[in-house]
């Protein structure tokens, strides 16, 4: 049964046994990007969860502090209209994209194209098994593009796991045509250096510039030596997509030593990931803008040449961001939101154990004009719930919900779910609705939740890593007027101008 329940009236209390402080502690001094990336590269569950924990858990699911396992509550502004089951991809489900009436599911396992023009019944168009992770999935026109950071056999469909090694092993970016969503084809792939963790697409009329976003170098990588302080980018041309190319490696934090510039982690920052490579991007191709989350460092950069972007501005936050993960301009393109993937996804970091400023939003000012701006720190957003010592939660992916001159956002945390918030004051950001589901287990941490929570034409969707694909909707005076904007396609990592 769903139940609606106020987040004020959630007690916070959660997470302080020893056991807890100790795993979180142990948790927070691994490097978050090497020991658990994103989930689908974590266990499915993990030991060293207490007996006390256990117990302190079983308790607050007793007194109603928390959710019941796999029990759905949601704030009263949201209604969930359905969840579809994962089907023929059993693996973890990951990013989201659209493109008129059809939504595309990412799964490590290959993607999954929905017909959402009845957004209460989603039905399957089709399902395409192409191994390889985290398949981090966007679209453009005819073209469908889908990342591989994963040590594959070759670059096929068929590939098998292989280690990293080996000389003939494959990552990079593949690339399908979609003119015929119930039969996509593989038309092209492009290896590029350390794969491909995420990407972004700069669309243009002729050709799709895509920004490869990769990370982590290490010795036993033969294509993926340091210092690796940039990213790929790929040109694919519209009408001879086969032809895609690698036309460029910029460097975006140049510097001496054999790892190049940017954060130099630990042990000059603790807790702090080593800037080796940029986590994901996001441009603006309307204001010629992109913010790149690149581990231990958040930059702003001008895309005017796209095959050559330029660092405008660089920030650390070496108090309280581990690993910058992902960005979000406000549509004015005067703030962007940065998220920090504290504990690399895998961890449970939504807790009192932690606070409200690890594992959470960086909210930042962008002051002054053109490539003389600068970031500006103004506060940070986590969910105010508390999650049990066996959700992994933290900040994730999520994108805005456009209303004219408000900063309104949805965005997934794993398992503390879908939160909607307010970010007009850059200085004191608040929630106004939330989704979510009890933990997985009592016992263990088992990874799951929300991978991706986008607003797209009057609804949210949610890429649950678990349970599936699920469609809410959201009834807010605050979020109506949102309605009326209709997208024909929509990336979130390429944001498009809502207002034009």
Sequence with gaps: MTLLKDPRTRHRRLGVAAAAVGLMAALLTAHPAIATPDPGDAPNAREGVSRATQEEVKEAITEGEIPAQDEVVHSANIQHLTNIPKD?????????????????????????????????????????????????????????????DSSRSDDSCNSTTQPVTEKSS????????????????????????????????????????????????????????????????????????????????????????????????????????????????????????????????????????????????????????????????????????????????????CNEAIGPNRGANGIYDIVGKGEKSKLVFRSYYKIPRHQADTENCVAHNGSLIPVKGKDLMVQAWYQGGVSVWEFTDSAKPKEIAYFERGPLSTSALVTGGSWSAYYYNGYIYSNDIAKGFDVLKIDDRRTDPAKKIRLGELNVQTQPDYFD
């Design 88 to 148: 023929l991809l059993p693996g973890t489900n990951s990013d989201l994209a659209f493109q008129g009436k059809y939504a595309f599911a990412g799964n490590y396992d290959g993607f999954r194209i929905f017909d959402i023009s009845n957004p209460k019944a989603p039905k399957t168009v089709s399902q395409v098994l192409c191994p390889g992770s985290q398949n981090d999935i966007s679209v453009s026109g005819n073209l469908l593009f889908l990342s591989t």
């Design 170 to 349: 494959w990552e990079g970016m593949k690339v399908f045509d979609i003119s015929d969503k119930r039969n996509p084809k593989y038309v092209a792939a492009v290896e590029t250096a350390c794969g491909s963790h995420t990407h972004t697409l700069v669309p243009e009329r002729k050709n799709v510039y895509v920004y490869v976003s990769s990370y982590s170098p290490n010795a036993a990588y033969p294509d993926c030596q340091p210092p690796h302080d940039g990213i790929s980018v790929i040109k694919v041309p519209r009408k001879a997509p086969e032809k895609a190319a690698v036309v460029g490696f910029p460097v975006l934090f140049p510097g001496e030593g054999p790892d190049g510039g940017g954060n130099p982690g630990a042990p000059t920052n603790p807790g702090v990931s080593k800037t080796t490579g940029c986590h994901d991007i996001t441009v603006l191709p309307s204001e010629d803008l992109a913010a790149g989350a690149c581990m231990g460092d958040g930059i702003l950069m001008s895309i005017k040449d796209p095959e050559h972007p330029k660092v405008i501005d660089q920030v650390q936050d070496n108090v309280n961001f581990a690993f910058w993960h992902s960005a979000t301009f406000n549509q004015t393109a005067k703030k962007v939101v940065f998220t920090d993937e504290l504990g690399g996804g895998g961890g449970a970091t």
